[in-house]
């Protein structure tokens, strides 16, 4: 009872009233009024009150208890009181039931990332390689070439047979190949590899650590075993990159969109075989037989696969089906058009705070787009953030660069020919490393998710001129 905190308004003694002079009326209620707020705030304070809380500030629980829906723009996160430092804020957050990230942003799920490119985030960095591409002496230099091109590195285990289990007897780099000229794309790997004489070799059953630790005394490139190998690149880019969110192989986790055709199971038989970790069920609405339908085929065919379900309002049924995380949000993302189009949809910050209540009793996770801090309190654990890390293709108009940015729900990217999306351009804003790291710092900077819930967090509602007047200084 906030109400309980706020101290009796003081009152004057009855002798002081009368020495006082007579005084106008519109004096008697200005000095009425500032008595009302030196008994409900100042005094409190002056007297060494601490837990004061305005009448205006509401916790969540109030802010959402009325009929009308709000969104972001609707509502300020009040400030409170810090008793830490910002780096010791953790960032850690849920995916999904099993997966979680060190960092509470991911992209927005697109039709334009495939198989094919889960396939280089999976390769990209790795703890032990257990499956690494193998050729024999008798291979080529130009194999080597053409596998680096497929596969995106050159550095190769040769052995007898060129399968892993076989004698290895030496390796290629890139160091080997690098300034060759094109005639000697003919050369045998067996003129060029360095020979297993020359390699740092461990035994089997070694700790990542101990054979990490191996690698760096021995100032090589590569550590091989008879069954895997690790490299120097990947160790640099462990160094280079403290908050990459990793599987338990050491791998970048990786997530990919699927649709409800029966056509995409196709599309997730590939996913899945070149490893990918989430699989996001893209559609506008995800209270469908459809969906329910395809959550069940993936959890039957692939247990191991976490799903994420797209919902507005009615969770219990996605939840009810097993999925591992729900997007929350119709028609809210930058390029989608569905509360438009199909007059469906509810304003963003109630339909997250309505869902997030309710999903994470049962430790399902929320996704989200929109104002990261703003999500993040009112329930989400991650924030998609479509426009910025889409990979889209750039391109130049009036001497300004641009990313063509494309909704799943458009005319081009959509095969139900009734757009809920948008095609369009953004402008370029520069280097994605460092605007994630200027992202990270605010957050840091901001509020913890947990005071929402034990009511620690307030909220104030804000007036259509307090939105405008707040958005003056918004820079791009």
């Known amino acids: 009872n906030l109400s309980s905190l706020q101290p009796p308004p003081l009152r004057l003694k009855e002798t002081e009233k009368r020495a006082r002079p007579a005084r106008s009326s519109s004096s008697r209620r200005l000095r009425a009024d500032v008595a009302r707020f030196r008994g409900s705030m100042m005094d409190y304070l002056i007297r060494g009150g601490t837990d004061y809380v305005p009448d205006n500030w509401l916790p969540a629980q109030q802010l959402f208890a009325s009929s009308s829906c709000l969104t972001y723009d609707d509502f300020l996160i009040l400030p409170g009181f810090t008793d830490f430092i910002a780096d010791e804020a953790d960032l850690t957050s849920a995916l999904t039931r099993k997966i979680t990230l060190k960092t509470p942003l991911i992209s927005s799920p697109t039709d334009t990332f495939q198989a094919k490119e889960v396939r280089k985030v999976k390769k990209f960095e790795q703890g032990f390689i257990t499956d690494p591409v193998v050729l024999t002496p008798s291979h080529t230099v130009g194999d080597v070439l053409e596998a680096k091109m497929r596969h995106g590195f050159s550095g190769i285990p040769i052995t007898e047979m060129g399968t ?3 004698k290895l007897v030496g390796i290629v780099t890139s160091r080997d190949i690098n300034f060759l000229a094109e005639e000697d794309h003919t050369t045998l790997l067996s003129e060029m590899m360095t020979p297993r004489i020359e390699l740092v070799l461990a035994p089997a059953g070694l700790m990542l650590k101990e054979a990490n630790e191996i690698l760096q005394h021995s100032k090589k490139g590569k550590l091989s075993f008879l069954v895997a190998m690790i490299t120097c690149t990947d160790l640099k880019k462990n160094r280079d990159y403290p908050l990459a969110s990793k599987d338990s192989h050491k791998q970048l986790l990786c997530r990919a969109a699927v649709g409800t055709p029966e056509d995409d ?11 990918v970790d989430v699989v996001v069920l893209d559609s506008s609405q995800g209270n469908s037989v459809y969906q329910i339908a395809t959550v069940h085929y993936i959890k039957q065919k692939y247990p191991h696969l976490q799903v994420i379900g797209k919902t507005a309002a009615q969770a219990k049924n996605l939840i009810d089906a097993a999925v591992d995380g729900l997007r929350i949000g119709m028609g809210c993302g930058s390029i989608c058009i569905t509360q438009e189009v199909m007059a469906c949809g509810r304003r963003q910050g109630t339909a997250l705070y309505k869902v997030a209540e309710y999903a994470l009793c049962f430790g399902v996770s929320i996704i989200t787009v929109g104002h990261v801090v703003k999500a993040l309190a009112l329930g989400a654990s991650t924030v ?34 009734i757009a809920q999306g948008v095609l369009g351009s953004i402008q370029d804003k520069g280097s994605i490393h460092k605007f994630v790291s200027y992202l990270i710092a605010g957050i840091h900077l901001s509020v913890l998710q947990s005071m929402m819930y034990s009511g620690e967090l307030n909220f104030e509602k804000q007036t259509m001129s307090a939105q405008i007047k707040g958005g003056e200084t918004r820079l791009y």
């Open 265 to 275: 199971k196709y599309h997730l038989d590939l996913l899945t075989q070149a490893g």
């Open 384 to 417: 998609m953030m479509g426009s910025l890390l889409d990979p889209g293709k750039y391109f130049f108009s009036d001497r300004v660069r641009l990313k063509k940015y494309q909704g799943m729900g458009s005319l081009d990217g959509n095969k139900v020919k």
């Open 164 to 166: 892993i289990g076989s």
